[in-house]
């Protein structure tokens, strides 16, 4: 699968953008989704995940009640809402497949077996 992720940008603080990551090449719904994010000198970080039918969430605690993960499995498209965004939220963030039921908590990296390109996301004070 080939993942495509859009939306990013510059932003004020406490500001929104809703990203979004396009899959193509492979059945969408047979894939759990995850968003990561990494900024300048820090490890890949765990965001937002969704799993494949029912569309069950989980988030990362410094992100938890901002941001919104949900997809759209007629348009192969992940979302993700981010609100109130803060100086920390900037990075680059990714979107990533792993197939469903596959190994491992959709909370760290190596279970994901495919990755967008990355969008930048940069919040100013």
């Known amino acids: 699968v080939q993942l495509q992720a859009s939306g990013g940008g510059l932003v004020q603080s406490g500001g929104s953008l809703r990203l979004s990551c396009a899959a193509s090449?492979?059945?969408?719904?047979?894939?759990?989704m995850g968003w990561f994010r990494q900024a300048p000198g820090k490890e890949r970080e765990f965001v937002a995940s969704i799993r494949w039918g029912p569309d069950s969430t989980d988030s990362g605690d410094s992100v938890k009640g901002r941001f919104t993960i949900s997809r759209d499995n007629a348009k192969n498209t992940v979302y993700l809402q981010m609100n109130s965004l803060k100086p920390e939220d900037t990075a680059v963030y990714y979107c990533?497949?792993?197939?469903?039921?596959?190994?491992?908590?959709?909370?760290?990296?190596?279970?994901?077996?495919?990755w967008g390109q990355g969008t930048q996301v940069t919040v100013s004070s």
């Open positions: 990533a497949a792993r197939p469903r039921a596959g190994l491992g908590s959709l909370r760290e990296v190596w279970p994901y077996q495919y």
């Open positions: 090449g492979s059945t969408f719904i047979r894939y759990d």
